[in-house]
């Protein structure tokens, strides 16, 4: 039974810490490779559309079809000012578009017209675009390459930021205006005797700016979700030491055993 205990901690100390440490990202079918080759540094509200272009390789000797699909995400944006259109050989290729919440995944309709063998690529060009009330943000692509009966061959992934429109300026006054006339110091005097604040004469302490209080609040800083790693190497150290600890304690518990079972008996029986 304690053989049992000890082995069962050795394993889930191994288990938490395979567990905490990160994977390495791995093809679906190995043999595969799908780059980005072509990424906008970054992309505007209302500009023009920019190019995505995305590239697929292979090592295997036997030529296939390739169905492509583009994986979408924004970041501040709203979906729906994104518009992605697929290129091919100069015209528009017939795609279809499901959107998710903040991300849109499009999906070619038919297979690409290229074949990919060994020692050739097939590429897929998109042209995005933002429209004019986009707000600023982030947009990430991840293209997939399928074969033509639907399984994923490779993907990859990329990030640009998105730029909003900037607030239109407040028009400054016409220089053009004639100023007020300055008034009289007789007035001045009058004016100012009878716009006394009347909360200064109760001592009643005005009310603060509600600009201030904006500025004087800082900033919350971006956070992350908080890494499992260091806590994930730590319990599975532990439980490795736990489990040694049993396995030896229990190999001390019988050696003694053998070691008393072993020993001669030191009198002598009586002979009949």
């Not at 290129?87 to 999906?107: L, S």
């Not at 004016?191 to 302490?205: F, N, R, S």
């Amino acid at each position: 039974m304690r053989h049992r205990a000890a082995l069962v901690a050795i394993v889930l100390a191994v288990a938490g810490a395979t567990f905490a440490l990160p994977g390495r990202a791995s093809a679906v079918e190995p043999g595969f490779e799908v780059r980005i080759t072509e990424l906008p540094a970054t992309f505007g509200a209302g500009a023009e559309s920019r190019a995505l272009t995305v590239v697929v390789s292979s090592d295997k000797r036997r030529c296939i079809k390739v169905r492509w699909a583009l994986l979408l995400q924004v970041d501040g944006p709203d979906l729906g000012d994104v518009k992605v259109s697929r290129i091919e050989n100069g015209g528009e290729f017939a795609t279809r578009r499901e959107n998710a919440g903040k991300v849109a995944r499009i999906t070619d309709v038919q297979v690409d017209p290229g074949q990919l063998c060994r020692g050739s690529t097939v590429t897929a060009n998109y042209r995005v675009s933002f429209g004019d009330d986009a707000d600023t943000g982030r947009v990430t692509f991840q293209p997939q390459a399928f074969n033509a009966q639907g399984t994923l061959l490779q993907e990859a992934s990329g990030q640009s930021p998105v730029v909003g429109q900037e607030p239109a300026a407040t028009e400054s006054p016409s220089p053009s205006e004639s100023p007020s006339p300055s008034p009289s110091p007789s007035e001045t005097a009058d004016e100012e005797t009878a716009t006394d604040d009347p909360t200064e004469e109760a001592g009643v302490a005005p009310a603060p700016d509600e600009s201030e209080d904006l500025n004087a609040v800082p900033a919350a800083s971006e956070g992350g979700p908080p890494s499992l790693l260091l806590p994930g190497v730590i319990v599975g150290a532990l439980l490795v030491f736990v489990g040694v600890a049993l396995l030896l304690r229990l190999r001390t518990r019988q050696r003694a055993a053998a070691a008393r079972y072993a020993e001669p008996p030191t009198g002598f029986y009586p002979t009949r």
